[in-house]
């Protein structure tokens, strides 16, 4: 079944090591978001690929940063994470129209 | 930018009663109005959309409604069942890729 797949499930870090969360979809859908989620509040966008053009909101971190490096993948890149950092965090895609398919997420926890 | 407010945050139904949740935006562009639906562990999904060309659409025991003029739109659940217990989200957009969100709201079914 065509989906968006988000690996590791579960990924735990250190303060401040570097961590590296991953999406891939196999819709070839030509947008992709991450969202963070922390709990019980609503997904906050931090930045979405229309094909290869990158929109950072502009109240996402500078700690975070983002690669889309073909039309199936996306990386979300925490350089520094802090405890604030913990949450979920989930991948989109969409094909425009505004409806938007998500993975399972990846659940962010900093020791 | 566009901010999305939702209510109630929880919400307790008896099994077999309607379930109504609101949301208000208040981007007068916005003009797409989708609700996600999250169990626990895993991402949103989408229920039932609606944009700002038309007041009301159903899909079986689910309705959504929109008043522009007032900003604001609701979900209607009908005859609900234990499987409706889920977290909903409202959203709103005036651009096709980028949706915001409300906080959510938790919804009981009551055996």
């Known amino acids: 079944d065509a989906m968006v797949i988000q690996n590791p499930r579960y990924q735990v870090t250190q303060f401040g090591k570097p961590v590296t969360l991953s999406c891939s979809q196999t819709?070839?859908?030509?947008?992709m978001y991450w969202y963070q989620q922390k709990s019980s509040q609503a997904p906050k966008l931090l930045f979405h690929?229309?094909?290869?053009?990158?929109?950072n909101e502009a109240d996402t971190p500078d700690n975070f940063q983002s690669r889309r490096p073909n039309t199936s993948f996306c990386f979300l890149d925490i350089r520094s994470p802090g405890l604030g950092d913990a949450a979920m965090y989930l991948c989109?895609?969409?094909?425009?129209?505004?409806?938007?398919?998500f993975g399972s997420g990846t659940q962010l926890s900093v020791l | 930018g566009e901010n999305v407010e939702q209510h109630p945050s929880t919400l307790s139904v008896q099994e077999g009663d309607s379930a109504v949740i609101k949301c208000t935006y208040s981007?007068?562009?916005?003009?797409?109005f989708p609700w996600y639906k999250q169990e626990l562990g895993k991402g949103p999904q989408l229920i039932i959309d609606?944009?700002?060309?038309?007041g009301e659409k159903k899909d079986q025991r689910i309705a959504v409604t929109l008043n522009k003029t007032a900003k604001h739109f609701s979900l209607h659940i009908t005859e609900t069942q234990p499987e409706d217990s889920a977290v909903y989200f409202c959203?709103?957009?005036?651009?096709?890729?980028?949706?915001?969100f409300g906080k959510g709201t938790r919804l009981h079914i009551l055996p």
């Open positions: 819709l070839n859908h030509n947008v």
């Open positions: 609606i944009r700002s060309n038309v």
């Open positions: 690929y229309y094909d290869k053009d990158f929109n």
């Open positions: 959203a709103a957009s005036h651009r096709d890729d980028k949706i915001i």
């Open positions: 989109a895609t969409s094909r425009g129209g505004g409806k938007l398919f």
């Open positions: 981007d007068s562009a916005s003009n797409y």
